[in-house]
């Protein structure tokens, strides 16, 4: 019923930058929060940064002022520009949205993309 799809991860060197989309699709009556995570080989998942309906935004410590989140509600998609990339940003980063879907409007689910990896060298 519903997909998110990621694309733009790779491989940069330390320095470089990236840019992630995930694109939401499907039956979708109301896109929520935004987000995105990453996961490490041995690690949980973490947060990275994540953004409302409403626009408020906020970053896990390690990115901030490197990394930028932002949606277009047009086009069900939410974005993350990672800039001065470094070694230890390097996991599968994973789009996630609470979406509440035209045949269940009474509450909304977590719906998680397939996963981008994004590897960065030194």
């Known amino acids: 019923q519903v997909q998110l799809v990621e694309s733009g991860g790779g491989l940069v060197q330390a320095g470089g930058s990236l840019r992630l989309s995930c694109a939401a699709s499907?039956?979708?009556?109301?896109?929520?929060?935004m987000g995105w995570y990453r996961q490490a080989p041995g690690n949980q998942r973490e947060l990275v940064a994540g953004?409302?309906?409403?626009?408020?935004?906020y970053y896990a410590d390690s990115v901030k002022g490197r990394f930028t989140i932002s949606r277009d509600n047009a086009k069900n998609t939410v974005y993350l520009q990672m800039n001065n990339l470094k070694p230890e940003d390097t996991a599968v980063y994973y789009c996630?949205?609470?979406?509440?879907?035209?045949?269940?409007?009474?509450?909304?689910?977590?719906?998680w993309g397939q996963g981008t990896q994004v590897t960065v060298s030194s």
């Open positions: 953004i409302t309906s409403g626009g408020s935004i």
């Open positions: 996630g949205a609470d979406i509440t879907l035209y045949n269940s409007r009474s509450y909304a689910s977590r719906y």
């Open positions: 499907g039956s979708i009556f109301r896109l929520g929060h």
